[in-house]
């Protein structure tokens, strides 16, 4: 099997990726290049380990991160779906057995709240690291007052950091926003069917979600 490491390295990926991040720019939205999509990478794998799936599981975890996002090469719109076809024939072309094609695809697939559903591990993984990946380095837009509310949300959150307790019961979810900024309704107002989506992914996974924001439990 090609390994994380090797798909990272892949010119045909990395240039999928730095496509579709212009096409995201283009359209006014947040950074969803390399930054983005290694942060997933090694969030879904931290989740997956600290869990105990095997490593070939947070392998493929990784390689789901990576990819995810390929399909805004396309259009925004449905980019799951066409990011999980490119998928598809790429790691098929790289020699991938079927079945490791499968779940990435289906991770790959299933990773946007508009239609996503936490269908395996691997799923259920890339959704909560994708979803948790708020933070203000990744507004684009360097004028605060033509700032939209999705500039404002994300440029609020100054931290955030996902983290399973020892008990392997409960996955936590901790944000710092600054409320000067925008508010905590702002927040919920943006994101609440990404905070639902992970608590689905969390309950395939065995686990209890909490959204904690400026030490408040929210969920």
Not at 109 to 136: C, F, M, Q, T, W
Not at 138 to 143: A, I, L, Q
Not at 158 to 185: A, F, H, R
Request: net charge negative; glycine share 6%; proline share 0%.
């Amino acid at each position: 099997m090609i390994t994380y490491e090797e798909i990272k390295k892949n010119d045909t990926i990395n240039i999928y990726i730095k496509k579709a991040d212009e096409s995201l720019s283009a359209l006014g939205f947040t950074e969803h290049s390399f930054a983005h999509v290694t942060k997933v990478a090694n969030d879904a794998a931290y989740i997956l380990e600290t869990l105990g799936f095997s490593e070939h599981e947070i392998e493929l975890a990784k390689i789901a991160g990576y990819m995810h996002d390929i399909g805004n090469l396309v259009n925004r719109v449905e980019h799951s779906q066409s990011g999980a076809v490119m998928a598809f024939k790429i790691l098929t072309d790289l020699g991938f057995c079927a079945e490791d094609v499968a779940t990435i695809t289906t991770a790959i697939g299933n990773h946007d709240e508009g239609s996503g559903v936490p269908v395996n591990a691997v799923s259920a993984a890339l959704i909560i690291a994708d979803k948790s990946d708020v933070r203000y380095t990744r507004v684009r837009n360097t004028d605060l007052q033509s700032f939209d509310i999705h500039d404002r949300v994300n440029y609020s959150v100054k931290k955030s950091s996902i983290k399973i307790n020892g008990d392997k019961t409960l996955l936590k979810l901790k944000l710092e926003i600054d409320t000067k900024m925008s508010s905590v309704v702002n927040y919920f107002e943006i994101f609440l069917d990404r905070m639902i989506l992970c608590r689905k992914a969390c309950e395939k996974l065995g686990l209890e979600f909490k959204l904690i924001i400026n030490e408040q439990q929210l969920m």
